[in-house]
Every structure is written in structure tokens, then in C-alpha cells.
């Protein structure tokens, strides 16, 4: 059994609960209701568990009598399984050069939809070699043409802005329609 002990999310246990009466609930009691704290912690003692202080807002606190190292591996697992099932933004990149001619640029587009129908984010780039920069322009309007044509997969997030050598834009994908 821990004495003094405090977690990170602020969880009081044992000697640390410093009120005169807790409702006691979970499985590990017979009968749950409200005990003075020197009850609750002889009934934790006993079955060499830990009184752990579930809700303080409450009056007066509910506490639980359960072993707490399994109880922070169980919050944790559940928060590393909540991590891995949130959405993770995919970014797949598409990139020009100033003077793409048609083929090319078709073909790209193909693969802009799918990406885009699979829920990933494209980021579109023009790369300016050399002295190509004085392109710009182009690369602007290849750019735009490609944020058009992909108008029914995607929303362009922002305009094509130069970066150095680069122009970028990115696509977002629209929302599914349920």
C-alpha cells in the first residue's frame, strides 16, 4: 500500500484525502455508501489496496478502493489507444516546374484526386531552377489551374505564395458527405 504518493492528474490517495467522510463505490466493497475516512482507509488496508479520491467535488468525495499502479496503467493505455485511433493529417506532395506541359501536369492531377479522395492533404509546390524564377508568374498560374481542377476533391487553404525557390499551395480535402 502507497502512503503520500500524488499523480499527475491530481488524484489524492490514502493519508493524503484530509476530510472526515467519503462515499465509498466499486466492487471491492460490500456495501457502498458514505464511511469516516478511518474506516475507508482500514477497508483499503485490509484487502492491501490503495483509497484513491475519484471525484473531490463531490459531497462529500467519492473514492474508490483499488490498486493504483494498475489504475495509471489503465489510464494510460486508454490515452495511448485514444492517441492512436485520433486522425493523423496525411501530406502528400505534388511538384512542378515552371514550364509542365499538358501530359504531365493531367497526370499529376490524376494522382491529386486520389490523394485527395483518400482523405490526405496535398501540398502542391512549383520548383524555380536557375534562373527559371523569372517564371513566377507561370508557376502562379499552374497552380491555380491545378487548385480549379481539383475544386469537387479539394479546397485550396491558402494562395500560392513564393517561398525562396519555391512556390506552395496547399489542398485540403472537403469533408465526406454522410
Known sequence: MQNQKKDEDGLRINNEIRVPQVRLVGDNIAEPGIYPIAKALKLADELELDLVEISA?????????????????????????????????????????????????QFKLKHAMEFLQEGAKVKSSVFFKG????????????????????????RAEQMPKLEGKRMIMMIAPLPKKK
Not at 489503465?74 to 506541359?101: C, H, L, W, Y
Not at 507561370?138 to 480549379?148: N, P, S, T, Y
Request: hydrophobic share 35%; with cysteine.
Open 57 to 105: 467535488k463531490a459531497d462529500p468525495p467519492v473514492c474508490k478502493i483499488l490498486d493504483y499502479q494498475k489504475y495509471l496503467y489503465q489510464q494510460k493505455k486508454k490515452a495511448k489507444e485514444m492517441k492512436s485511433n485520433a486522425s493523423k493529417v496525411v501530406i502528400k506532395e505534388i511538384r512542378f516546374g515552371p514550364n509542365t506541359d499538358e501530359h504531365d501536369f
Open 131 to 154: 534562373r527559371s524564377i523569372v517564371y513566377a508568374d507561370q508557376g502562379e498560374k499552374l497552380l491555380l489551374r491545378f487548385a480549379v481542377e481539383l475544386e469537387e476533391y479539394g
